[in-house]
């Protein structure tokens, strides 16, 4: 059974971005629209290499926003609350997956590459505010994104969590590789799995495959 390898777990950490809403609602859509008009207003160019830096950026530094960090020395508040001013209209409250986080043993978190703020909003419309013991954002890891081990670390030790006794729910792949390391159980939450060494489970049904842990 699923549930006998989740029951030492006591820390239960979640990504916000489609992990705790599905992929369809398609909020990166209007997120990487305000990315790409805030890099071609900032740096002067147009848009097909603001589209081109957001996407490498991203593949090489693990969020936009750290390529920016890095190369344009961004103020990172400003950049964050322009591109995450966006409609969550297509997000709905979803009862079964708030009573399945819920009945989870332990402490309950939500660590996310966005900010706080942001995750606040998501998990308001979501109907998930009252279900989570903390929300970490990438400020919260002073501005490393996830999958540094860096980022992990701070993070984690600001929640004192143990990594041999927690899980991790995430929809990258390559933020799931850490975890394993530290000796975390990992779910990865998508549409389709893509069988990882790093992988312990897959899941495109996170309410459901919460239900079988309790």
Known sequence: MVAQHFSHV????FDLDNTLYPPAARLFDQIEEKMNAWV????????VEADRLRADY?????????GLMANHKVEPWDYLREVHD????????DEGL???????????????????????RVLERRGLSDVFDA??????????????????????????????TAAMFEDDIRNLSVPHALGM??????????PQPHIHHHTDDLPGFLAMLT
Do not use: C, Q
């Open 10 to 13: 006591r820390h239960w950490v």
């Open 40 to 47: 071609m207003r900032e740096l002067s160019v147009d848009h």
């Open 58 to 66: 991203w593949r090489e530094h693990g969020t936009t926003l750290a």
């Open 86 to 93: 966006i409609s969550l209209d297509m997000l709905e409250p």
């Open 98 to 120: 708030a009573r399945s986080i819920r009945a989870l043993p332990g402490r309950r978190i939500v660590y996310t590459n966005g900010d706080g703020e942001y995750a606040e």
């Open 135 to 164: 929300i970490y954002g990438i400020e919260h890891a002073n501005w490393r994104p996830k999958p540094e081990r860096a980022a992990f670390d701070l993070v984690f030790a600001a929640e004192r969590l143990e990594p041999k």
């Open 185 to 194: 159980r990992t779910v990865h939450v998508a549409p389709e799995p893509d």
